[in-house]
């Protein structure tokens, strides 16, 4: 137990005083005049002081921990306000999107100076997150371990965001910069910067910022930029089958990648609606494809196949309960479930794969969806079973 004071700030402007502090299960409960509780994961209590909640409704009687955001350099607790637009989760765009080039040149945008180099770029991530899971997978495929270093943040997001606590199997603490929070990474490169403060973040070590902070593009630079460093040729974004990966990646990400998020965070009906019913005709239709098809566009595996892979292996363990996307299971569709099993079985792959981490992210960080914070009994599922494919 702490002899420490904790003021909550509500929404209406009042303050109120934290009357009983307890622990439970390594996080923080405090009691409020109110009756509610407050969690935090952290045991210290100096980080106890710089928690703070919202309340949330006109009543002030449900208080919680929320994910905030930067604006002009200084953090603000908040997380997406679905409530001005009909309870739809609208994801925002990423910041920086410059590119690592062979040359140094600037790429699709951006601006020029970030030249592929050995030990010159550091990628944070999320084990949790499927777009930093994209990045890791590229890291991976493409040889670039030795090349570029890795900080894995905590899988815990609360009212401080993203942080760099180790109290946890798997996390490295912010192996470069020895932050505490990522949101640091971001006022680091850009001290008035204003956004959310997501992973996955690519670092330069040289100039002192942020590359990029959109999966999309850093998977791109992995494919090819460091080629000529790592004589790693693969190639997952190959020339001809452009116009169809990009095909298959609209609607993916639309109903698929982001269509789960858009379904489990929205807070009208009609917004979950409109989510969930395109999510389940997208998987019916890959369904279809893959009977046909060993990958996405036929016999080659491509950048859409990984972009979807992210998706595909959280899906039972998290999107079907936690985000209400349960009209079937993963699990229930034979050729979509031996094709994830498949590509998580490929070399390298199963390193970037923690369910602990997305387990525990998404059932503990999003209280708006799982207000209890109870982490449910997980499926057993056999991700090592053989995939009987090809
Ligand atoms: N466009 C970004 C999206 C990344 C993203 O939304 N990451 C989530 C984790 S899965 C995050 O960090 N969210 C924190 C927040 O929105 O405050 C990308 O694909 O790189």
């Known amino acids: 137990m702490f002899s420490v004071k904790l003021t909550v700030t509500l929404r209406q402007q009042n303050s109120m005083r934290v009357t009983g502090l307890s622990q439970v299960n390594g996080a923080i409960l405090a009691t409020t005049p109110l009756g509610v509780c407050i969690h935090a994961r952290s045991m210290r209590p100096d980080a106890c002081l710089r928690m703070s909640a919202k309340a949330i409704g006109q009543g002030g009687r449900k208080v919680e921990i929320e994910m905030g955001y930067l604006k002009d350099g200084t953090w603000h607790d908040g997380w997406y306000d679905t409530a001005a637009s009909g309870g739809k989760f609208q994801r925002s765009t990423a910041g920086f999107r410059n590119w690592i080039t062979v040359d140094g040149t600037s790429g699709p945008s951006g601006r020029d100076g970030f030249k592929a180099e050995s030990g010159r770029y550091h990628l944070y991530v999320s084990y949790a997150c499927p777009w930093a899971h994209r990045t890791l997978i590229f890291r991976s495929l493409k040889g670039l371990e030795p090349h570029i270093s890795v900080s894995v943040v905590h899988p815990d997001m609360l009212s401080d965001g993203w942080s760099f606590d180790t109290d946890f199997p798997g996390t490295t ?108 005709g997208s998987l019916d239709w890959l369904e279809t494809i893959l009977r046909e098809n060993r990958y996405l566009t036929g016999d080659r595996l491509t950048e859409a196949d990984w972009r979807l892979f992210t998706t595909l292996v959280r899906f039972d363990k998290v999107y079907h309960t936690h985000f209400k996307c349960n009209k079937h299971m993963l699990k229930d569709y034979p050729n979509l479930w031996a094709y994830t099993r498949e590509l998580y079985q490929m070399p390298g792959i199963k390193g970037t794969t923690r369910f602990d981490h997305i387990i525990r992210h998404y059932y503990y960080s999003q209280n708006t969806v799982n207000p209890q914070r109870i982490v449910p009994v997980s499926p057993e599922l056999d991700f090592d079973a053989p995939h009987g494919r090809g």
């Open 173 to 280: 603490g912010d192996t470069l910069l020895g932050k505490d929070f990522l949101r640091e990474i971001y006022t680091e490169a850009e001290p008035t910067v204003s956004g959310r403060v997501t992973v996955p973040v690519l670092w330069d070590k040289d100039t002192g910022t942020i590359v990029s902070n959109e999966s999309s593009e850093i998977i791109r630079m992995f494919n090819s930029a460091f080629d000529g460093i790592t004589g790693n040729r693969l190639d997952f974004w190959p020339e001809d089958l452009r116009p169809e990966i990009e095909a298959l990646n609209t609607r993916i990400y639309d109903t698929v990648n982001n269509g789960v998020y858009k379904a489990g965070f929205a807070t009208t009906q009609s917004a979950y609606d409109d989510a969930v019913y395109p999510l389940f």
